[in-house]
């Protein structure tokens, strides 16, 4: 059973820059889609990447796009969300997941929360002068 940690999150100024981690045990990432994801108080989860391993590629929504970077180190199974230019509209809390890397992105959509299966307890990012 795979589970997820992350860690990372905390208080950022607007235009400030943070790496949020994600530990993974129980199984490896490498043949999983990864994602991150968001929630804001009184919003729906949002997906903000996705790494796709069947199509060896990212998804990236345009709210973020340019400033959010998703990475991935197999060799120490943790995957990454590099943000940089941070905005106060960043402010949520951030969820690493990870689903059926033969499908997400692929026939799926990559960025539906539904269609991931394991969830990380989530970390808070606030972005406030």
């Known amino acids: 059973q795979l589970q997820l940690v992350e860690s990372g999150g905390g208080l950022v100024q607007p235009g400030g820059s943070l790496r949020l981690s994600c530990a993974a045990s129980?199984?490896?990432?490498?043949?999983?889609?990864i994602a991150w994801f968001r929630q804001a108080p009184g919003k729906e989860r949002e997906g903000v990447s996705c790494?796709?391993?069947?199509?060896?590629?990212?998804f990236y929504p345009d709210s973020v796009k340019g400033r959010f970077t998703i990475s991935t180190n197999n060799a120490n199974n943790m995957m990454y969300l590099q943000m940089n230019s941070l905005k106060p509209e960043d402010t949520a809390i951030y969820y690493c997941a990870a689903g059926d890397g033969r499908v997400i992105g692929a026939v799926v959509p990559a960025l539906d929360p539904n269609e991931y299966d394991y969830w990380g307890q989530g970390t808070q990012l606030t972005v406030s002068s």
């Open positions: 129980g199984a490896t990432l490498e043949h999983y889609a």
């Open positions: 790494f796709s391993p069947t199509l060896g590629r990212t």
